[in-house]
T-cell receptor
């Protein structure tokens, strides 16, 4: 199956700082999503972004499918941004959907 | 109710018990999924139902038995589980499986299962 690697695994930020989270995948994909999992376990959709760039408030994401990576940008981070960020991809062949291992973000005031 | 709901939110069961997890989606989607999230591991896709037919079963032990009576409801029946089955079980749904199989998935809040 496809390998999905996220970096960094852990990140601690001061409130107001910016950050970039990365998702690398080992094979071509049809779809890619970014999620935020809050401390209660709820997975919240951030972006559905198989290619290109999207922005939503302080968050933006870019996927370069031909180079097999996606980036999630968080600007002016807030304590409520804390949690685990996952990317998930659908492999182009095989109808499988794979999650990365996540980036655990802690924003301190 | 909106989105994807799951009940119960927490469940503690013994290894000889039989219990069921329920998922309901209010989004008009055609596909539903069960995932397992264990500590320190990526989410694992367990089952996929598209238009009420099971289309994916990722080598899940038979002690987990899914049921999809209609496109809005999904169950996971549990029996004779093991302590290592303790995990967060997440349900998701998506729209129009025919146009890009998985499309955008929306998740429920999960059921945190503890097997004693």
């Amino acid at each position: 199956g496809i390998q999905v690697e996220q970096s960094p695994p852990d990140l601690i930020l001061q409130e107001g700082a910016n950050s970039t989270l990365r998702c690398n995948f080992s094979d071509s994909v049809n779809n890619l999503q970014w999620f935020h999992q809050n401390p209660w376990g709820q997975l919240i959709n951030l972006f559905y972004i198989p290619s290109g760039t999207k922005q939503n408030g302080r968050l933006s994401a870019t996927t370069v499918a031909t180079e097999r990576y996606s980036l999630l940008y968080i600007s002016s981070s807030q304590t409520t941004d804390s949690g685990v960020y996952f990317c998930a991809v659908e492999q182009s062949t095989g109808n499988q959907f794979y999650f990365g291992t996540g980036t655990s973000l802690t924003v301190i005031p | 109710e909106t989105g994807v709901t799951q009940t119960p939110r927490h469940l503690v069961m013994g290894m000889t018990n039989k219990k069921s997890l329920k998922c309901e989606q209010h989004l008009g989607h055609n596909a539903m999924y069960w995932y397992k999230q264990s500590a320190k591991k990526p989410l694992e896709l367990m089952f996929v139902y598209s238009l009420e037919e099971r289309v994916e079963n990722n080598s899940v032990p038979s002690r987990f038995s899914p049921e999809c009576p209609n496109s809005s409801h999904l169950f996971l029946h549990l029996h004779t589980l093991q302590p290592e089955d303790s995990a967060l079980y997440l349900c998701a749904s998506s729209q129009d499986p025919l146009a890009g199989f998985y499309n955008e998935q929306f998740f429920g809040p999960g059921t945190r299962l503890t097997v004693l």
